[in-house]
């Protein structure tokens, strides 16, 4: 008996010898600052995949399968973009850096392969092309419209949002084409086309769906807005493609106004950026009229630019824009499950 004991223990010993040397940890940080932009160093013990994610001044960047050290240092540096770095345990299996910032940025991550690092850079946003939008539908606003013709699905299955109603709402319509790709194909087709996806998604998981318009025609924004209040749905989604002047510009954005939107806003650019892996560009808040007059929880999705070659190219492929769907339907129910904790 006393044998079996001992290789017990010795057996334990080994065990947790191989499961710590399994484990990583966050060593330190070092801040830098080159060609005008900020970088940090990060070091680990092994390697981790760090991943970030941009919810207005605040950069989270996440180390999977890491921990805190128990001395994890930072070198920090003066910088007129960078407030504050903070290190924390988001779970048990993330270690997490916060990083609080001063102004709008851009930001990359490099994953340094076999040097046990990540390096992430920040400059200065490259556009504001929310101001423009912004004037653009100031604009537009009083303009008339065709007459509101909603559509409304019922579920196909008892999934998972069994019981939830969601407004889909295609950006633009009729001779409000929005912006036009390289292709050829305006905003208008790609939002519609996007919108019927996640429709038959969110359908299948259960939830009741209206979609704002299911042919090509333009509502008034008004007019949207009055149908999503009157209908008392759990939450409002408008699906638009973006567009810039520089075609170097790429990624995904997403932008909520009111309070109560927040954390919806967070859980569904979370799962668009995790999901479609195209350049994260940050969740916004602005006043856009949907997101500003809803009176439930909204957003507004901006997956990719039409103006950017690589990206008109995704955006005109029907895969991409069924793993768009997918992404819009994962942040739903995220946000339902969370809810119901």
């Not at 540096?77 to 770095?85: F, L, M, N, P």
């Amino acid at each position: 008996m006393r044998k079996f004991y001992f290789l017990l223990a010795i057996f334990y010993f080994l065990f947790s010898i191989c499961a710590s040397a399994d484990e990583v940890y966050l060593k330190n940080i070092e801040m830098k600052r080159d060609r005008g932009y900020d970088y940090l160093d990060v070091y680990t013990s092994g390697y981790s995949e760090a991943r970030g994610l941009l919810l207005e001044n605040k950069l989270y960047i996440d180390f999977p399968g890491a921990k805190i050290g128990k001395k994890t240092e930072i070198l920090r540096r003066r910088s007129k973009r960078i407030q504050e770095i903070q290190v924390i345990q988001k779970d048990a299996k993330t270690a997490r850096i916060v990083i609080t910032l001063k102004r709008d940025i851009d930001y990359d991550i490099v994953n340094v392969f076999g040097r046990d690092k990540s390096v992430i850079e920040i400059g200065d946003r490259l556009d504001n092309i929310s101001k423009y939008q912004l004037a653009w539908e100031s604009k537009n606003i009083t303009k008339k419209g065709a007459p509101l013709k909603p559509v409304k699905y019922g579920p196909t299955f008892a999934g998972d949002l069994r019981g939830k109603s969601v407004i889909l709402d295609p950006g633009h319509g009729g001779d409000d084409p929005g912006a036009f790709s390289d292709s050829g194909i305006p905003e208008k087709i790609l939002t519609l086309q996007t919108a019927r996806a996640a429709a038959e998604l969110l359908r299948e998981a259960g939830a009741k769906v209206y979609l704002t318009r299911n042919e090509d025609r333009r509502s008034n924004l008004r007019d949207v807005v009055e149908f999503a209040n009157k209908t008392e749905a759990d939450i409002f989604i408008s699906i638009h493609y973006n567009s810039t002047y520089s075609r170097q510009i790429s990624g995904t954005e997403s932008y909520y106004f009111n309070p109560v939107s927040r954390r919806f806003a967070e859980k569904m650019h979370e799962a668009v950026v995790r999901g479609i892996k195209r350049k994260d560009r940050g969740l916004h808040r602005t006043r856009f009229y949907a997101v500003n007059h809803t009176n439930m929880p909204s957003v507004l999705l901006e997956p990719v630019y039409l103006s950017n070659p690589e990206e008109n190219d995704l955006a005109k492929d029907a895969s991409f824009r069924e793993g768009f769907a997918r992404s819009i339907v994962k942040g739903v129910k995220s946000y339902f499950r969370g809810n119901a904790d």
